[in-house]
């Protein structure tokens, strides 16, 4: 298929894998931030065509990942109220939050339901005048636009049933706080291609200048973050720091003002929560003025208990990039993806998942 | 959660679009790019194209792969 199997060709793979083993500087670790990375990473093997002194590892861009158990519980305390269908996409449905999952809640008699796309929530709102429809929108730069737009449309449509809960998050305030931690040596970022769409290069301009650490935007095919790697092996290599794209075909530097000028008619920044990294200022996007209509916490009841972690759970350091998945007690006995135990577990795109799924035996 | 798929763009009619993606036909809002045009390719992600696809980047980019490929065939 066009834009995907060219990318593909096992011919180019060799040869940049072939360059990336002579890579002959001291070991470095390459930061993969986007779950879709990690899966590619996984899926197509590409760990093991590097040198043992060019180490990948897996950061904190995993949406679901980072949704903490309190937004979770407050969308099974808003779907357990009669008159309400809630809404999400199919990746939040398994996800334990403190007490329950959205699924269990589905089995319990909620009206939870999976949409594929936040405008099929703004269509359950149409045709479901008598009922409160609330849409838990997550995700990056990547999906908040989509979530803007259905808002946006469903003010367009003047509907007065539909609510709106946010756990959306952004990714560059993330990179700052990992970086100001400090806790893990990074000395490259493979910047995630769909986000940076939306985004463009330029947020990312802050990490070269104020950490000296390269970073590349990368596309989501074999060849596409072999080159990748390599453009940040060649950075290193010559002492440069710089914001690179190699994802040239779908990213440009300003990204898509359209989208951008979207997500501001319906969001405005402010703090959130994220698992593992705790509250990061000016990471999360909440209902601008203007919306508060929309504000599901405003307009509807939500009993919640205090959140809870499970005990054992080390999901929080996997998102750090600090342990690898294996070295969580649990991983593979206790938590797997028939019975997870963490977000990380559960996620098709989350860190454990792929290591459990592409790496047996880690 | 950010997965996007390349489509193409069949047909165009207001803010949506049919795409086609390996066969299949989908439709695509289209208001987060309002350039698009019949025949594009655009990425697509949760019911919405999220951005145009740019066909002289992606053959820039095999051009200079295969080059590099070669010039590595020739050294080895």
């Given at each position: 298929?066009?834009?995907?199997?060219?990318?593909?060709?096992?011919a180019?793979a060799?040869?940049?894998?072939?360059?990336?083993?002579?890579?002959?500087?001291?070991?470095?670790?390459?930061?993969?931030?986007?779950?879709?990375?990690t899966?590619?990473?996984f899926?197509?093997?590409?760990r093991?065509?590097l040198?043992?002194?060019?180490?990948l590892?897996?950061g904190?861009?995993?949406?679901?990942?980072?949704?903490?158990?309190?937004?979770?519980?407050?969308?099974i305390?808003?779907?357990?109220?009669p008159?309400?269908?809630?809404a999400t996409?199919?990746?939040?449905?398994?996800?334990?939050g403190?007490y329950?999952?959205?699924?269990?809640a589905?089995?319990?008699?909620?009206?939870?339901?999976v949409?594929?796309?936040?405008?099929?929530?703004?269509?359950?709102?149409?045709?479901?005048?008598?009922?409160?429809?609330?849409?838990?929108?997550?995700?990056?730069e990547?999906t908040?636009?989509?979530?803007?737009?259905?808002?946006?449309?469903?003010?367009?449509?003047?509907?007065?049933?539909?609510f709106?809960?946010?756990?959306?998050?952004?990714?560059?305030?993330?990179?700052?706080?990992?970086?100001?931690?400090g806790?893990?040596?990074i000395?490259?970022?493979?910047?995630?291609?769909?986000?940076?769409?939306?985004?463009?290069?330029?947020?990312?301009?802050?990490?070269?200048?104020?950490?000296?650490?390269?970073?590349?935007?990368?596309?989501f095919?074999?060849?596409?973050?072999?080159?990748a790697?390599?453009?940040?092996?060649?950075?290193?290599?010559?002492?440069?720091a710089e914001?690179?794209?190699?994802?040239?075909?779908?990213?440009?530097?300003?990204?898509?003002?359209q989208?951008?000028?979207?997500?501001?008619?319906?969001?405005q920044v402010?703090?959130?929560?994220?698992?593992?990294?705790?509250?990061?200022?000016?990471?999360g996007?909440?209902?601008?003025?203007?919306?508060?209509?929309f504000?599901?916490?405003?307009?509807?009841?939500?009993?919640?208990?205090p959140?809870?972690e499970?005990?054992?759970?080390r999901?929080g350091?996997?998102l750090?990039?600090?342990?690898?998945?294996?070295?969580?007690?649990?991983?593979?006995t206790?938590?797997?993806?028939e019975h997870?135990?963490g977000?990380?577990?559960?996620?098709?795109e989350?860190?454990?998942?792929?290591w459990?799924l592409?790496?047996?035996?880690? | 959660?950010?997965?996007?798929?390349?489509?193409k763009?069949?047909?165009i009619d207001?803010?949506?679009a049919?795409?086609?993606?390996g066969?299949?036909t989908?439709?695509?809002?289209?208001?987060?790019v309002?350039?698009?045009?019949?025949?594009?390719?655009?990425?697509?992600?949760a019911?919405?194209a999220?951005?145009?696809l740019?066909e002289?980047a992606?053959?820039?980019?095999?051009?200079?792969?295969?080059r590099?490929?070669?010039?590595g065939?020739?050294?080895?």
């Amino acid at each position: 298929m066009r834009f995907l199997t060219e990318f593909r060709q096992p011919a180019l793979a060799e040869a940049l894998a072939e360059r990336i083993r002579r890579w002959s500087g001291p070991p470095v670790s390459l930061m993969e931030v986007c779950g879709t990375h990690t899966v590619a990473i996984f899926r197509h093997g590409l760990r093991g065509l590097l040198p043992p002194q060019v180490r990948l590892l897996s950061g904190p861009g995993c949406p679901v990942c980072v949704t903490p158990n309190r937004e979770i519980d407050k969308a099974i305390a808003l779907a357990s109220n009669p008159g309400v269908i809630l809404a999400t996409f199919g990746d939040m449905m398994k996800v334990p939050g403190s007490y329950s999952s959205l699924a269990e809640a589905k089995a319990s008699g909620a009206d939870v339901r999976v949409a594929y796309s936040p405008m099929e929530a703004v269509e359950i709102a149409q045709g479901n005048p008598k009922k409160a429809v609330v849409f838990f929108g997550v995700g990056f730069e990547t999906t908040a636009p989509t979530t803007a737009a259905s808002l946006l449309e469903a003010k367009r449509l003047g509907l007065r049933n539909f609510f709106f809960l946010s756990a959306h998050k952004l990714v560059p305030p993330a990179l700052m706080a990992l970086l100001e931690a400090g806790e893990v040596r990074i000395d490259g970022l493979i910047c995630p291609g769909h986000v940076s769409t939306i985004i463009g290069s330029r947020p990312y301009e802050f990490i070269p200048r104020d950490y000296a650490i390269p970073c590349v935007i990368s596309g989501f095919e074999p060849v596409d973050i072999l080159q990748a790697i390599a453009m940040l092996l060649d950075m290193r290599a010559e002492g440069k720091a710089e914001v690179a794209i190699q994802y040239r075909r779908a990213v440009r530097p300003q990204g898509n003002p359209q989208a951008l000028e979207t997500m501001a008619g319906a969001f405005q920044v402010g703090g959130a929560e994220w698992r593992g990294l705790g509250p990061i200022p000016q990471s999360g996007l909440h209902l601008r003025d203007g919306m508060e209509a929309f504000a599901a916490e405003r307009h509807l009841e939500m009993k919640i208990r205090p959140p809870r972690e499970a005990v054992a759970c080390r999901c929080g350091e996997v998102l750090r990039g600090l342990i690898n998945p294996p070295e969580c007690s649990i991983f593979g006995t206790g938590c797997t993806p028939e019975h997870p135990v963490g977000p990380c577990m559960v996620s098709t795109e989350g860190t454990c998942a792929a290591w459990f799924l592409y790496k047996p035996g880690g | 959660m950010c997965l996007a798929v390349p489509a193409k763009v069949v047909s165009i009619d207001g803010e949506t679009a049919l795409v086609e993606l390996g066969g299949l036909t989908r439709q695509a809002r289209t208001m987060l790019v309002p350039s698009v045009k019949v025949g594009d390719y655009v990425l697509l992600h949760a019911g919405f194209a999220i951005q145009t696809l740019d066909e002289a980047a992606a053959q820039e980019t095999l051009g200079l792969l295969a080059r590099m490929a070669e010039a590595g065939a020739g050294e080895a």
